[in-house]
């Protein structure tokens, strides 16, 4: 089984903190995610890589960046944490697909806290 | 575009009812469908999925027909159990790394 660790289940920090946020996949997967889960406004892509050293943007990028030196690991920056920002983290992985039939592997979240 | 529609929460069932959460869909070309679970304090689990028309995804005692001409995707099982108190969110593919959700249905087993 796939197996999607995030580094964090529960995360405080204070406005204006830089935090990371870690996410390490087992199965070899080319492509990797970062949602966000807010209640009302379901899952938000932040960013994706399809690859080492690659990045997109997603639907709401403002505010974070991301980084993947090495295919297992994603991390998720938030430069300068706003109050904003308090939300559950969702990092997910899949293999690469043209046709998108690849299902998303997703980790047990990161709630994280901006006070 | 691409989209996802399913309906709103919570559903409320007696165990061992029948359920049925509707999902219906409108996509740009041939996409893949799936369900995931969210159980409390947990991420999303895949459920099931189907890639083509007329395919039936299923899992644990839940299934799922992917059909075309309707653009829908209706999650069914016959016999609910309080273990299945979960959110369950419907999902589409369409390629290229581009996942489109539901806003996610709430369902409450009670005994």
């Known amino acids: 089984d796939v197996k999607v660790t995030q580094s964090s289940r529960y995360l405080v920090k204070r406005t204006g903190e830089k935090v990371f946020l870690e996410c390490v996949q087992d199965?070899?997967?080319?492509?990797m995610f970062w949602y966000r889960q807010d209640p009302g406004l379901g899952l938000r892509l932040i960013y994706f890589s399809y690859d080492v050293k690659m990045k997109e943007k997603g639907d709401i990028p403002e505010g974070y960046s991301v980084s993947r030196e090495k295919k297992e690991r994603f991390s998720l920056i938030l430069e300068s944490a706003s109050t904003n920002q308090t939300s559950m983290y969702l990092c997910?992985?899949?293999?690469?697909?043209?046709?998108?039939?690849?299902?998303?592997?997703f980790g047990n979240g990161t709630r994280l806290t901006v006070t | 575009g691409n989209s996802v529609t399913q309906m709103e929460g919570p559903v409320t069932l007696s165990e061992e009812a029948f359920l049925t959460i509707n999902c219906t869909y409108t996509?740009?070309?041939?996409?893949?469908l799936f369900w995931y679970v969210q159980y409390p304090g947990e991420g999303l689990q895949l459920l099931l999925k189907a890639t083509k028309a007329d395919d039936k995804g299923s899992n644990k005692g839940f299934e799922a027909t992917y059909r075309k001409e309707t653009t829908s995707f209706h999650l069914e099982k016959g016999s609910v159990q309080v273990s299945d108190s979960a959110v369950y969110f419907c999902a589409l593919s369409a390629g290229f790394n581009k996942f489109y959700f539901g806003s996610g249905t709430k369902l409450n087993v009670k005994p």
């Open positions: 996509a740009t070309g041939y996409p893949s």
């Open positions: 997910a992985s899949s293999l690469s697909s043209g046709q998108g039939n690849s299902p998303l592997h």
């Open positions: 199965m070899d997967h080319e492509n």
